[in-house]
């Protein structure tokens, strides 16, 4: 039974539901990107110790694979853009719209200015170990700016990410029109 209704998920959007390569991008990098998220609130608000030092240390390599997961998702996008369920119409899709955009724009440059930065600056950026930006000398100052708001963008992004979580519970518990199946049921 549910192996037959897993097969009914296709892999590519429908006008009513997401298919299962969205659906994967979706958790996939949400989980991720609370990583990101969780790890800058310990290191924003702990002590320093060996295991807040190995949580913070999974910044960098964690948002290096996030970046590439976010240029598939919105090459992704693009190519199902025509086959998507809608997001309804007036001021709540309107609103909707705009949020999920502002979520896209976030997603994609928090990182990218991020690994501009790492380009850039004096350090050598070797996240997996082996060297993928040498050290600058001197330093790229207009690549080492770039990301000056980077932490302040990842904390909008927390709000947004809050924002879109309650609106799901807002469609599903008051208007209870089930929007949470088109990411998560059958
Ligand atoms: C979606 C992915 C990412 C998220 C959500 C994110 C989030 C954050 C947040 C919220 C902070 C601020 C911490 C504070 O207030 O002190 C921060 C800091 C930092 N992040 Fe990220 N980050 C991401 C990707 C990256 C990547 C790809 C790199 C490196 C290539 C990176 C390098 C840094 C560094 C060096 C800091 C400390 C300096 C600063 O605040 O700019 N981050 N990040």
Do not use: C
Not at 49 to 56: E, F, N, Q
Not at 97 to 109: K, Q, S, W
Not at 142 to 159: D, K, S
């Amino acid at each position: 039974m549910t192996q037959a209704n897993d097969a009914a998920l296709p892999l590519r959007d429908t006008a009513l539901r997401y298919g299962k390569i969205t659906r994967a991008l979706h958790w996939g990098l949400g989980l991720l990107i609370l990583w990101q998220l969780f790890g800058m609130i310990v290191k924003v608000t702990l002590e320093k110790s060996p295991t807040v030092s190995a949580i913070v240390s999974s910044h960098q390599p964690v948002g290096l694979v996030i970046f590439a997961l976010v240029v598939v998702r919105i090459l992704w996008a693009l190519m199902n853009r025509s086959n998507r369920p809608a997001h309804g119409s007036g001021l709540v899709g309107l609103a909707s719209r705009a949020g999920h955009a502002a979520l896209y724009a976030l997603m994609a440059l928090i990182p990218f200015t991020a690994l501009i930065r790492s380009w850039g600056n004096q350090r050598v950026f070797a996240p997996f170990g082996f060297e993928i930006f040498p050290a600058q000398e001197p330093p790229v100052a207009w690549a080492v700016n770039v990301a000056e708001w980077h932490g302040e963008m990842g904390w909008l992004m927390l709000v947004l990410i809050l924002g879109h979580i309650a609106m799901v519970a807002v469609h599903d518990l008051a208007w209870k029109d089930n929007i949470l199946r088109r990411m998560a049921g059958r």
